[in-house]
């Protein structure tokens, strides 16, 4: 099955690098907003994994990121160009 193109909404966790005290912690940003585009190349119930890079004979991708679900916002599939 050739991968469907993607574009994926979804939010990252972030954290602080430094000590900090908790009420400072609290007014950290709760998450980031974030944007991917690749092939879709595997989806269960609790992940999708989307890859930018591949191959022209889809035998090895470069940069594949594994998104769980509870983290999307929006997916949806993109023409390839021709």
Same mark, same amino acid.
């Given at each position: 099955m050739k991968p469907?193109?993607?574009? &994926?909404?979804?939010?990252?966790?972030?954290?602080?690098?430094r000590w900090e005290s908790i009420e400072s912690a609290k007014e950290e940003p709760l998450g980031l907003d974030c944007r991917s585009v690749g092939w879709l190349i595997?989806?269960?119930k609790r992940t &999708?994994?989307?890859a930018p890079n591949r191959t022209s004979a889809l035998t090895s991708v470069l940069s594949a990121?594994?998104?769980p679900r509870v983290?999307?916002?929006r997916m949806r599939?993109?023409?390839?160009?021709k």
């Open positions: 469907k193109l993607v574009v &994926v909404d979804w939010i990252d966790s972030c954290s602080g690098n595997h989806q269960t &999708v994994v989307i990121i594994n998104i983290a999307i916002s599939t993109l023409r390839e160009p």
